[in-house]
């Protein structure tokens, strides 16, 4: 990782027990993988849809790990400048699993870049929904 990224992993951290509680009455609990959604050695396959998809060679700094972890299951929280290199660490790992993918994936996003976003996506052939705050 560079000096200049942030990574959290938000397992265990920012909640106490009281909140746990809470939260497990609330949420149904979500299933969880017995073993990892991406088994160690794929980065090749990774790397093949980044560059097949978004005709692109090479990630950048943290791109990969932040990929990895998220298709594994885990938590993330990503700061990386606005646009596409921003995004592929949340399409890829749409884009792995596409064929089975039982999960969603929202991203937040400013009103322009997200009407762009949806239209760059739909470019790629991957689908999509736009959503304001008032419609939800």
């Known amino acids: 990782m560079s000096d200049l990224s942030i990574y959290y992993d938000a397992e265990e951290d920012w909640i106490d027990e009281n909140d746990i509680v809470e939260f497990e009455e609330i949420t149904p ?17 990774i790397q093949t849809l980044l560059q097949a998809v978004f005709n692109i060679n090479h990630f950048l700094p943290n791109q990969y790990e932040a990929i990895d ?11 990386f400048p606005k646009g596409e290199q921003r995004n592929i660490c949340y399409q890829i ?13 929202i991203v937040p996003d400013s ?26």
């Open 29 to 45: 609990p979500v299933p969880i993988a017995e073993e990892p959604l991406v088994q160690p050695g794929h980065r090749e396959e």
């Open 69 to 79: 972890a998220a298709m594994n299951g885990n938590d993330i929280f990503l700061v």
């Open 93 to 105: 790992p749409v884009l792995y699993h596409f064929p089975k993918l039982t999960n969603i994936v």
């Open 111 to 136: 009103l322009y870049l997200l009407q762009q976003d949806d239209h760059n996506l739909s470019v790629h052939n991957i689908p999509t929904l736009f959503c304001l705050a008032q419609e939800i």
